[in-house]
């Protein structure tokens, strides 16, 4: 939330679209890194405040819901006093028992809803620890936000998506409602869409969507903002994707978005490959070393199909792919 005018405006924007439940607003923002835009705290909540009591209302004709990030106990009392019941915990604060057993001293008994994103590690334990922490202190009203992963090589993505930890989550938890965050796991507007596919074709609950009115003007993570009307857009898309071939067959559907991950984490790995391999053709070529190493090959050759026999891979199939991938970083180490 940057200003009382974008505010209105966004929810203006966002009540016209029946798929939206509520409209998330950040109040308090918390950096990785200190220097950003950390939110403009209460004063935030009290425009949340005059939009839900005022004429505006949502798609289903009731007064305007919104949600807000919460991470210390007082947030949770300033959005109670502002008339905000639905709140949600970052992925650092997802990934601290002590303080979410702070807040969750707070949570109890107000009656609030809670998404819990996963935290920045791909720990489920950690994940369901805090689900289970909140789901005591105020029931059955959490949900799980899936936002991705901070690993250290993100593949082109903001945050990792893992999405089998996702998976093991629902499996672990089926009863727990599961969202999806395309716009921190993305980090990148033009990548939203196809995470949001993804996420329907997991068949997962719902989406927390980041919005902005100017997305390139945004205070905080402009790359990653959509305007109202590609949000509406998209949605649209998603409903009739699911209400087509794909929703008849959601085994397949599940497994077709696993395989399409799969190939896409496959193709990162290999482009990663050919990064190091050029690399190593600097360091050849200023040791005055040959490209073709057969010794090494052999080498690599033969740890590769010992592993590929324990995965229980044909070793017919991964000779074929290593030499392949082989013969192509030699023509690149070549060609630098
Ligand atoms: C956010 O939702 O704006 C946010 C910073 O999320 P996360 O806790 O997933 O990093
Ligand atoms: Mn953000």
């Known amino acids: 939330m940057e200003s009382r005018e974008q505010l209105q405006e966004v929810a203006a924007r966002l009540c016209a679209l029946p798929e939206v439940e509520m409209i998330r607003g950040g109040v308090w923002k918390p950096r990785t890194r200190p220097g950003g835009f950390e939110g403009l705290g209460e004063v935030a909540l009290g425009w949340m405040q005059e939009v839900t009591e005022g004429p505006l209302r949502m798609a289903d004709g009731g007064r305007v819901r919104f949600c807000c990030e919460v991470a210390r106990p007082e947030h949770v009392e300033l959005c109670l006093r502002h008339g905000v019941h639905d709140v949600w915990l970052g992925a650092r604060t997802t990934g601290s028992p002590f303080m979410v057993e702070e807040l969750c001293e707070a949570l109890r008994g107000t009656g609030m809803r809670v998404m819990v994103k996963n935290p920045t590690s791909p720990d489920v334990s950690l994940w369901m620890g805090t689900i289970e922490r909140v789901q005591r202190a105020i029931g059955s009203g959490v949900r799980a936000v899936h936002r991705g992963f901070a690993m250290y090589n993100n593949r082109g993505y903001r945050n990792a998506p893992l999405w089998e930890v996702a998976m093991e989550l629902r499996r672990a938890m089926p009863e727990v409602p ?14 939203v869409a196809a995470l949001c596919h993804t996420a329907l074709l997991l068949a997962y609950d719902g989406l927390m969507v980041e919005v902005h009115p100017k997305p390139e003007a945004a205070w905080t993570d402009a790359a990653q903002q959509v305007e109202p009307e590609a949000l509406a857009r998209l949605l649209g898309e998603l409903e009739h994707e699911a209400t087509g071939a794909g929703a ?7 497994l077709r978005a696993q395989i399409d991950a799969t190939d896409h984490e496959l193709l990162q790995l290999l482009a990663r490959r050919m990064g190091i391999s050029r690399q190593i053709a600097e360091v050849k070529r200023g040791g005055g070393l040959a490209v073709y190493q057969p010794d090494r090959w052999k080498d690599v050759v033969a740890d590769r199909q010992a592993l590929a026999r324990r995965l229980g891979l044909d070793d017919d199939f991964v000779r074929d792919v290593l030499e392949r991938i082989h013969a192509e970083s030699v023509r690149v180490q070549l060609e630098g």
Do not use: F, K, T
């Not at 008849?248 to 599940?254: K, Q, S």
């Open 248 to 254: 008849a067959e959601p085994e397949l559907g599940l």
């Open 178 to 191: 599961l969202l999806c965050d395309p716009s921190h796991i993305g980090g990148r507007r033009e990548l």
